[in-house]
Each structure stands twice: as C-alpha cells, then as structure tokens.
T-cell receptor
C-alpha cells in the first residue's frame, strides 16, 4: 500500500517570504515517481514536477525548488520570494508499480500582500 | 482541443438517478484516468485505461460505478442509482501512457451534486 502525508493543512505567509511545503511518503516499490501539483481556485490540477526514485538530485526551477531525500522518504517543495499568485492548494503525489497516483491531502497556501 | 476537456462542468441530480460524465483526453494520449476529489481532500484514484481497456479499476467504490472508453479516446464515467455520498468533483487525466515518464494532464473536473 502507498501513502502520502502532507502534515501541513494550511500555511499563510506574507509576500516575499520563503515557504516550504512538506511531503512524506510510504511505498514498498523500489521504483517509483514523486510529483507535485498545484490546484488554484479554478480547480484544475497543474503539474509542477516529476522525480523518479533513482534521482535524488535537488531541482530548482525559477522560484521553485524541490528537496528529495530517500533516507527520510521526503520530497519537500520550497517557494522562494512567494507571490500572491502562488496562493493555491498544493498536492504531493506518488506513482508506484500500479499506474495510478496516490495523492496527499494537500496544503492550502495563502500568500498575503 | 489543447487540453483535457470534461463535460458537464457542473451536474446536479436527484438521489437515485443515473448520470454520465464525459472526458475528452488530449489527442494521442493512450492513458486515461478518472479520479474523485471530495471537499478538502486530495484526488482518489478510480480507474485507469490504457487504450480501450480498463487496465486497473480497483478504485471504483462499488458496482454502481462503471466507465468505458470504446474507441480509445473519449471516456464516459457512469454512475447508477446516485447517492448523496457520490457528491464530489470527478477529475479526468490523460498521459502518453509511459510509466512515470510523462506527467498526467488533468481536466477541470465535473462537480457532481446529488440532492
């Protein structure tokens, strides 16, 4: 069985602050993929990143960065210099041998002006 | 179209009625997924198609739920004898069908309300 835990239900920050969203996962698969999706108020899930289990290199894309640590089964997401447009629900997800995504319960991020 | 299209965007139905939700995936995507998202929760997997066949329907909650994809493109999720607990947003996604090698693109969902 797979499980994704996002312990932070809601986070509120002021614009330009950095914020980290935590994600912890459980799986018995040796090969798996980790994802982050953004869900703005419009409801559509927007893909942000995919990482496979054999690649523990951290990744940076503009103001976004991801820290994958297999030893702690974590895949955390940091937004640097947050902006109001970053306000959304963010989901971490896992795909293992079964071709389906297991999502966490999401973190509601609110960036205040 | 450019993205995954789901119709209708909203559906209100009476308890006990039958509903059909449609998903039009991105052209050329062989994999199609249905998820259900309840308020305040992450999406939960329902069923996965590879081409025309249901490769994994382990997420369907009971036999009132059924999905088809007869020509390997458009899919229809069918719910019989709807119950108030079926109220949720039903999300469809499609991908090129390579395991974890390409992202799933999601539609905007159909919000189903059973009254």
């Amino acid at each position: 069985a797979q499980k994704v835990t996002q312990a932070q239900t809601e986070i509120s920050v002021v614009e330009k602050e950095d914020v980290t969203l935590d994600c912890v996962y459980e799986t018995r698969d040796t090969t798996y993929y980790l994802f982050w999706y953004k869900q703005p108020p419009s409801g559509e899930l927007v893909f942000l990143i995919r990482r496979n289990s054999f690649d523990e290199q951290n990744e940076i894309s503009g103001r976004y960065s991801w820290n994958f640590q297999k030893s702690t089964s974590s895949f955390n997401f940091t937004i640097t210099a947050s902006q109001v447009v970053d306000s959304a629900v963010y989901f971490c997800a896992l795909e293992g041998s079964a071709r389906q995504l297991t999502f966490g319960s999401g973190t509601q991020l609110t960036v205040l002006p | 179209g450019a993205g995954v299209s789901q119709t209708p965007s909203n559906k209100v139905t009476e308890k006990g009625k039958y509903v059909e939700l449609r998903c039009d995936p991105i052209s050329g995507h062989t994999a199609l997924y249905w998820y259900r998202q309840s308020l305040g929760q992450g999406p939960e997997f329902l069923i996965y198609f590879q081409g025309t066949g249901a490769a994994d329907d382990s997420g369907l909650p009971n036999d009132r739920f059924f999905a088809v994809r007869p020509e390997g493109s458009v899919s229809t999720l069918k719910i019989q004898r709807t119950e108030r607990g079926d109220s949720a947003v039903y999300l469809c996604a499609s991908s090129l069908g390579l395991a974890g090698n390409t992202e799933a693109f999601f539609g905007q969902g159909t919000r189903l309300t059973v009254v």
